[in-house]
């Protein structure tokens, strides 16, 4: 059964960084691609940074130079490293396993999602 598990979600303020991670059960993290996404109420969910199974990289451009998407195997565990963060950046992170094989934060590929933690940069 997969099964995805977000952490590291809190309050902080403007400039500061927060760690996400995402505990994987039911596959391999490293075999599929990977990505975190954000929602804010009464908008769509947006993507924000996915990992291909080479360990290819690609962000969105509001959090590029700022985030950083990382995995480790051992653990079978995504991570988000955010850092100068911003008010804008607030939101419910999730995590997610995409079914196609080209890392994109496009969410049409994307078919199992985590319940998210909630991230709130105050200014």
């Known amino acids: 059964q997969v099964q995805l598990a977000e952490s590291g979600g809190g309050s902080v303020q403007a400039g500061g960084s927060l760690k996400l991670s995402c505990v994987a059960s039911?596959?391999?993290?490293?075999?599929?691609?990977m990505g975190w996404f954000r929602q804010t109420p009464g908008k769509e969910r947006e993507g924000v940074a996915a990992i291909g199974r080479s360990g290819y990289t690609t962000y969105a451009h509001s959090v590029k130079g700022r985030f950083t998407i990382s995995r480790d195997n051992a653990k079978n565990t995504l991570y988000l490293q955010m850092d100068s963060l911003k008010p804008e950046d607030t939101g419910m992170y999730y995590c997610a396993r995409s079914s196609g094989g080209i890392a994109t934060i496009s969410p049409d590929p994307y078919r199992f999602w985590g319940q998210g933690t909630q991230v709130t940069v105050s200014s």
């Open positions: 039911g596959f391999t993290v490293s075999a599929y691609v």
